[in-house]
């Protein structure tokens, strides 16, 4: 199951920098995962200092 970035982003890029598929980019507001590429690895939920990332 893909990961989505909440509401509690705050467009660090923590994220998209340790994405290993390059499925997260910058959005309106907020940084977006393409669930189509989305690993479900989690590395982006470690690097969020705000926890925004989670599973769907």
């Given at each position: 199951m893909a990961y989505?970035?909440?509401d509690d982003c705050i467009s660090?890029?923590?994220c998209?920098?340790?994405c290993p598929v390059g499925?997260?980019?910058e959005g309106?507001?907020?940084y977006e995962i393409?669930?189509?590429a989305c690993?479900?690895?989690g590395a982006c939920a470690d690097a969020c200092p705000v926890g925004?990332?989670?599973e769907e």
């Open positions: 989505k970035i909440s660090c890029g923590a998209a920098a340790e499925a997260i980019a309106d507001g907020k393409d669930a189509d690993l479900s690895c925004a990332p989670s």
